[in-house]
């Protein structure tokens, strides 16, 4: 009869492998590593010095639901400066940077600029208790890391992004209970479907930026938005309520515009300093003044400086429009039940269609004619 070795042989290699005992799963990353493949944090990661950590091009950190705790100091999460990264599901909190991406600056060999490029992806990521919870690397009017952010919340930061010469996009976030939620200098930032609440300034622009907003509800900041020179501010199809200014338009050469928004319960809503602004089809109820805009600061400038009011309604607050922004276009608005002022416009292009009623100065309108509101 044949006989077979087979069977004992397994049987030995099964006992041997149980006599060694289960597998060790491998240490998770440590403090100031740099990730060359996706990794999944499993444990919380606490750094007491220096950076978190570095990714390399295409790679996705995946938090694990885990804190990344910093110490006051350092940089929680580093991109690299070309290609792209993704950083999601988890808090990066305690750091003096919680997400940025690095940028060396000149190459010391050649001395010209390194390459800055490519999208840091974070998404479903709490970033609280930073100086800065995202730094949006970019150079001036040069090279730009882009940062996209999505399902996100940024809380409790000194400032919540900031970039010089970057760009930043945030979608379904929330930003809130920071100094300053966005600021950009000479950069620029787009939010939609987002929330902007209970900050000391939602957005501040630092010259030459620009923010859009869409969709998006901005509910008590202190001030919502604040633009200084040639900075731009658009809004559409949002909801700006509870601010001491929602709109302080300050500096020569900005640009305002505000379109289907509805902007309630703000001691000054609109705030323009003699800046060229759009207003269409918005609502403004319960406001101290909806719309106050000084002179043209600059009516010799080289270019076009318009300002546009129309389509729109100013209900039940202090005053309506208060504008002394000469050949302004008014048209189409309706101003009821302020205690103030409804429209006063004086030297304003008078598009025809203004209506007002119930304010408490007479006249009613100042600078175009109103037939009384229905």
């Known amino acids: ?41 499993t444990r919380n990661l606490t750094c007491p010095s220096g ?13 694990g639901g885990k804190v990344l705790a910093g110490h006051d ?29 690095d940028d060396p600056g000149y190459d010391p060999e050649t001395g010209d600029w390194v390459e800055l490029g490519g999208t840091v992806h974070a998404d479903r990521v709490v970033l609280r208790d930073n100086g800065t919870g995202i730094d949006g690397t970019g150079r001036l009017y040069g090279q730009r890391k882009i940062f996209a952010v999505d399902r996100s919340t940024l809380r409790g930061n000194v400032t919540g992004f900031a970039t010089t010469g970057g760009y ?24 939609s479907r987002s929330v902007l609440r209970d900050n000391d300034y939602a957005f501040s622009g630092g010259g030459e930026s620009g923010i859009s ?41 900005a640009y305002t515009m505000v379109h289907d928004t509805t902007l309630t319960g703000n001691d000054v809503a609109v705030d323009v300093h003699g800046s060229p602004f759009e207003v269409r089809r918005s609502t403004f109820r319960k406001n101290g003044v909806a719309v106050r805009s000084a002179e043209d600061s ?16 100013f209900a039940d607050g202090g005053d309506g429009l208060v ?28 598009l025809g269609g203004n209506t007002a009623s119930g304010n408490g100065t007479e006249p009613q309108c100042v600078g175009v004619v109103c037939t009384p509101a229905g």
Request: proline share 5%; glycine share 16%.
């Open 1 to 41: 009869m044949r006989t077979s070795t087979a069977l004992p042989a397994l049987v030995l290699a099964v006992g041997a492998t149980l006599a060694a005992g289960p597998a060790h799963a491998a240490p998770g990353p440590a403090c100031g590593d740099t990730l060359t493949q996706d990794t999944v944090l």
């Open 51 to 63: 950076d978190g950590l570095w990714l390399a091009p295409g790679v996705t950190l995946d938090l």
């Open 73 to 101: 100091g350092g940089s929680g999460v580093v991109g690299p400066p070309t290609g792209d990264v993704t950083v999601t599901n988890g808090v990066i909190a305690g750091w003096r940077t919680g997400l940025t991406a």
């Open 168 to 191: 930043g996009s945030f979608h379904r976030t929330t930003l809130r209970d920071n100094g300053i939620a966005l600021y950009a200098n000479t950069g620029g930032v787009a939010v």
């Open 213 to 253: 907003v869409t969709s998006t509800a901005v509910l008590d900041n202190r001030i919502g938005f604040q633009a200084w020179f040639m900075d731009s501010v658009e809004i559409t199809r949002s909801e700006v309520r509870g601010h001491d200014v929602a709109l302080d338009i300050a500096g020569d050469a």
């Open 298 to 313: 600059w009516p010799e400038a080289p270019f076009d400086r318009t300002a546009e009011v129309t389509g729109s309604t």
């Open 323 to 350: 504008s002394q922004f000469a050949g302004m276009k008014v048209g189409g608005n309706t101003a009821t039940g302020n205690t103030g002022r409804g429209i006063h416009a004086p030297g304003a292009q008078d």
